[in-house]
């Protein structure tokens, strides 16, 4: 390898250089130079010709750049960038190795382009990117030992005698990439050389003899191993061997046979003359190689939607033979996983099927590269779509294809954004029901050619629905044509259409949420296109024909739509009963209302008009129905005696006073209707600021119509006339039993005040009035009077006279009124106000009603026998009484809330009749634990008024003794007899408890009596003995109490046992009592 030079000479003539490390370079040409030119005598040189030239007169003997040792050794000299022409021989080394030649042409030599000679030894000698055309002898010639050279890159044509090479003793070297054409006898003259092999490949020979051997033949290399490389000559990716041809055409590279289209003969070229294979290409190059990549198409994935298996296709031509393909997926992970797969043949698809990410709204992307049997590969483009949800039914591809929606039922997702040309985007086919499109925000895209729609609907589809779809550049948006009917379109956004949304002769359909902006029209009803809904859509921009354009077309309903800077943002053409409510209709830059033969069925309410609107009226027939956003719901209807605009704000819109501000853009009369107004009420009419007329309304609240000649901008006021009253609720009536109501009177203030809103409002009386069981009212009297009269210091008044009041005065009026009546009566109060003018001669009353409530009284708990109690036990029966005085009432209810917090609702409805005192009683079994129960009994009247007393009963703990009555019968017993109960001669006496406590039992008796003989006579009761068992001691029975049983437990029973030890006394018959007595504590006593 040469050294690079370090140092820098300019030199612009013939020179000796003699500087080792310097660079020298030619700064200018030299020419026609009869003496060697160029003697390089010190090594370690670079001479540097920068493009210019070298040239000589074609002298015997001259050198153009020379390098010349009388011994062989490196010299390292490069000379590069230099044109060298007309010399003996163009550049000469002798005896000089490690030298490079670059960039050069050595051309037009009298003997030789580039002369290597040494009688010794040279090597590693490089010619890279050099020509030598046109030497008499050779273009270059290699004499003497040498070895380990590089010729890369050089063209040597149209050299005579000799040919393009002379390789002499030339071993161990490469020749690559060369073009060596049109020279004599050979191309390679090749003697003694190969010793070791020489790499001969990838060089183009075009030449009578590419190759002559001369003297002994050497094995040389004629290829290199196939691998990817730039061939020097014929289509291919490979490099191997050389190509062979002539000038006719016709060699062995010409007219091999290579079937596999790879770019090399399918059988070896054999190169010495004695066909040993010493010197064979086994790789000659054809010019038949397949070069070309496979080509895809028609990308397609039949789904879309997430979590679903999906097939991925591309169609594959080849020009020769497919072989394999890689198939890439990402599946929204954003990391690429490869399939190879095998598939043949000249044309094929790469399918394959993969179960798509369960993840909506992610980005799956996929790509394929192919390749063929010659290993030319091609990458299709990397492919995507977004994962739908798993909603939808089927997904619409995104090609250039007109999609039809086909089946009922079914929703149908945009995969992404459709671009179509010429064409419909989406059609549904007639008769398709129920089923929805949802465009997922995506966009369809056309190109602006007539007659083109995004969403078409035709003839009878039903009940399907259009959605989130963004829609640009068609004809018509969405169409509805020919009774599609009972769709909905909702949230669509569409944009620079001829018409955004068109239904034409289409009803009963729902547009709401929609855009429709910068369009030619926003939205448009024609054609008999009924009874639709459009709700809380825009249209703003929309340019030709407005925002919303309702065209021969009936009963159709817009609500809360923003039609904001259209060039018309309402247009109303030959159509009737339209409504228009609410929303914001302004800002438009012709006009905000176009009515052409709109007749005064189309209404237009609760729209704002706080600012200037303008409405056109295109003929003299055309109505402006209107009704501002109040509860009063007042209709003001508009028309003009011809064409015109009219600008109008309005200032206050209620039943008491329309305000408005009209003006119109020429002299024109305008006929206004109002109705809604309150029903046969007077009403001044207005024209700025100057009384026009007073008008009536009838029974309807309709306005008597009527005119304003508007030449400018006119203010315009409708006026109540009226007066404003104010009453105020007198206290309720409170009865008690201590203040019974219909024992006493009760006084009471009524307040009242009337303003007047007009000019003069006349002499003004007001009258406090009542009624009772009718409808007329009644002037209350003010002598003592039941149920009211008035009362006052002095004189009492009704009425009384506010005197005259003009606009802006009020009258306060006060009236004390006495009121005596019965509970359950009610009476309405009202005050009367009137004027002594006609035009208000008309009252305004304000009405109050006054009710008695029932009167309730003597709230008693009472046990069974009828005494009041105040306690009681537990499982005890007890009335509760009431006395209610009411003509009127409806029902009693008793609230009983006992200690443990139950409560108990009981009500008991009476019926009125002339006797209206009710004595109300209610049986109950108290069964609860002890405690304090509270009782409160509630009267109601037909009226709604009630009255209520209440009580308080307390609860202790109960317990209950039974006994079997049955007599203790000794039967007939002699005196001095003991009688024993047990024998069967008397019973023995059961003591049961019961309750919830347990109680102590005791007894005691009395002396035996009789009143048939000797009433006096009598066997004394110690006579008698009982006991609790049948055996053991027996005790006498005493006239006080003896304990029985201590703590007898509820729910057992105590028998106790009896003996009788008769005493002498005279025989008849005796009776006495046996009292049992049992208490929760102590024992008994009388």
């Not at 020009?319 to 399939?339: E, K």
């Not at 010659?374 to 089927?394: G, M, Q, R």
């Not at 408005?660 to 029903?679: E, F, H, I, K, Q």
């Not at 006394?1065 to 009592?1073: A, D, I, K, N």
Request: glycine share 6%; hydrophobic share 30%; charged share 15%.
């Amino acid at each position: 390898m040469a050294k690079e030079a370090k140092a820098v000479i300019n030199i612009n003539t013939c020179s000796n250089l003699t500087q080792p490390g310097e660079t020298y370079y030619l700064t200018a040409d030299i020419m026609n130079s009869a003496t060697t030119c160029m003697n390089i005598t010190a090594n370690d040189i670079v001479l540097d010709c920068q493009g210019h030239t070298i040239d000589g007169l074609r002298t015997d003997g001259t050198v153009g750049i020379q390098v010349y040792r009388t011994l062989s050794q490196n010299t390292n000299v490069t000379i590069k960038n230099c044109i060298v022409t007309e010399w003996s021989t163009g550049i000469y080394f002798y005896n000089a190795s490690s030298n490079q030649i670059i960039n050069t042409i050595s051309n037009n030599s009298l003997k030789y382009g580039i002369l290597l000679y040494t009688k010794y030894s040279m090597t590693d000698i490089k010619i890279i990117n050099v020509t030598t055309n046109s030497n008499d002898r050779v273009g270059i010639y290699f004499r003497g030992p040498t070895s380990d050279n590089q010729v890369i890159n050089v063209t040597t044509n149209s050299n005579n005698k000799y040919g393009g090479f002379i390789l002499y003793l030339f071993h161990d070297s490469t020749i690559n990439n060369s073009k060596i054409q049109n020279n004599s006898i050979s191309g390679l003259y090749i003697q003694n050389s190969g010793s070791p092999p020489n790499r001969i490949y990838n060089n183009f020979f075009n030449n009578t003899n590419n190759t002559y051997f001369c003297r002994t033949i050497y094995t040389n290399y004629w290829n290199t191993t196939k691998q990817i490389g730039e061939r020097v000559y014929s289509p291919g990716k490979y490099i191997g061997g050389n190509y062979w041809t002539n000038s006719t055409g016709n060699d062995y590279s010409d007219t091999c046979v290579d079937n596999d289209r790879n770019g090399f003969c399918d059988y070896n070229y054999t190169l010495d003359p004695d066909q040993t294979g010493n010197n064979t290409d086994y790789l000659p190059l054809s010019n038949q190689a397949d070069v070309e990549s496979p080509k895809w198409s028609n990308n397609s994935t039949n789904n879309t939607i997430a979590g679903k298996p999906t097939l991925f296709s591309l169609r594959w031509t080849d020009n020769f033979q497919l072989s394999s393909y890689i198939f890439s997926l990402d599946n929204c992970t954003g990391t690429f996983q490869d399939i190879t797969r095998s598939f043949a043949g000249t044309g094929n698809w790469s399918n394959e099927t993969f179960v798509i990410s369960s993840t909506a709204f992610c980005t799956v992307k996929w790509r394929v590269n192919a390749t063929d049997t010659n290993d030319n590969w091609n990458a299709s483009d990397v492919f995507s779509f977004t994962t739908l949800p798993s909603y939808c039914d089927l997904a619409i591809p995104t090609d250039d294809a007109t999609f039809t929606i086909n089946q009922n039922n079914k929703y149908y997702c945009l995969s992404g954004n459709k671009q179509v040309s010429g064409k419909n985007a989406i059609n549904f086919s007639s008769g398709v029901q129920n089923s929805t499109l949802d465009c997922l925000g995506y966009n369809l895209d056309g190109n602006d050619a007539s007659g083109t729609t995004g969403v078409y609907l035709f003839q009878s589809q039903t009940n399907n629905t259009i959605k989130n779809c963004n829609i640009t550049d068609f004809a018509g948006g969405i169409y509805l044509i020919n009774y599609p009917s009972n769709n909905t379109l909702v949230n669509n956004v569409l944009t620079s259409n001829t018409r955004g949304i068109h239904l034409w002769l289409s009803s009963n359909n729902t547009l709401r949420d929609n855009i429709a902006n910068s369009n030619s029209i926003g939205i448009c009803l024609s054609n008999w296109a009924n009874y639709n809904t459009l709700i809380n859509n825009t249209a703003r921009f929309n340019t030709i024909s407005g925002g919303i354009k309702i065209d021969g077309s009936n009963n159709n309903t817009l609500i809360n739509n923003t039609l904001h800077e259209n060039s018309e943002n309402v247009w109303i053409v030959s159509s009737q009963n339209n409504t228009i409510e609410g929303g914001s209709i302004a800002f438009a830059t012709t006009r905000d209302y176009y009515l052409q033969s709109a007749d005064s069925t189309n209404l237009f309410q609760a729209t704002n008009f706080t600012a200037s609107r303008r409405i056109y009226f295109d003929d003299a027939t055309s109505w402006f129905n209107y009704r501002n956003d109040t509860l009063s719901s007042i209709w003001l209807k508009t028309n003009l005696s011809s064409a015109a605009t009219i600008t109008r704000k309005l200032i206050n819109w209620n039943q008491s006073l329309m305000r408005w501000n009209d003006s119109s853009s020429v002299a024109v009369t305008a006929r206004y209707n109002l109705t809604g107004l309150t029903p046969n009420k007077y009403y001044f009419v207005y024209n700025d600021s100057s009384p026009v007329q007073a008008l009536k309304t009838d029974s309807n609240g309709e306005l008597p119509s009527f005119t304003i000649y508007l030449s400018s901008e006119h203010e315009i006021k409708v006026e109540e006339a009226k007066l404003v009253v104010n009453l105020s609720t007198p206290s309720p009536i409170t009865c008690t039993e201590a203040n019974p109501c219909e024992w006493g009177n009760q006084v009471y203030w009524i307040n009242a005040s009337v303003e007047c809103r007009n000019t003069n409002c006349g002499n003004v009386n007001g009258t406090v009035r009542y009624n009772d069981s009718t409808t007329t009212m009644k002037a209350i009297n003010t002598t003592p009077d039941k149920p009211f009269y008035v009362v006052g210091e002095g004189q009492a008044e009704n009425p009384i006279s506010c005197g005259i009041l003009t606009q802006g005065q009020t009258c306060y009026l006060n009236w004390t009124v006495n009121a005596t009546g019965d509970p359950g009566s009610a009476w309405r109060i009202d005050v009367n106000f009137s004027s002594d003018l006609n035009f208000w001669n008309d009252t305004q009353d304000a009405i109050i009603k006054m009710n008695v409530p029932p009167r309730i009284w003597n709230l008693v708990v009472r046990d069974i026998y009828g005494n009041p109690i105040t306690s009681t036990g537990t499982g005890v029966a007890v009335n509760i009484t009431v006395n209610v005085s009411d003509s009127n009432l409806n029902y009693v209810e008793g609230n009983f809330t006992w200690p443990n917090g139950t409560k108990v609702y009981k009500n008991l409805t009476y019926y009125p009749t002339n006797n209206y005192t009710h004595n109300w009683t209610y049986a109950i079994h108290i069964s609860m634990p002890p405690g304090t129960a509270y009782i409160k009994v509630t009267a109601y009247d037909d009226f709604g008024s009630s009255n209520s007393t209440n009580t308080t009963l307390i609860i202790d703990e109960t317990y209950t003794l039974d006994l079997d009555n049955t007599p203790i019968n000794f039967s007939t017993v002699n005196p001095g007899q003991v009688v024993n109960a047990i024998t069967g001669k008397g019973w023995p006496l059961l003591a049961i408890v019961s309750g919830n406590v347990p109680i102590n039992l005791s007894q005691r008796g009395e002396d035996f009596l009789t009143g048939l003989i000797d009433p006096n006579e009598r066997i004394d009761i110690r006579n008698m003995t009982w006991n609790t068992s049948e055996s053991g001691y027996f005790s006498a029975l005493t006239n006080t109490y003896t304990l029985v049983n201590k703590s007898l437990q509820p729910g057992y029973d105590q028998p106790i046992y009896y003996k009788l030890n008769t005493p002498p006394v005279r025989p008849q018959s005796y009776g006495g009592l046996v009292y049992v007595c049992g208490l929760k504590s102590g024992v008994c006593s009388d």
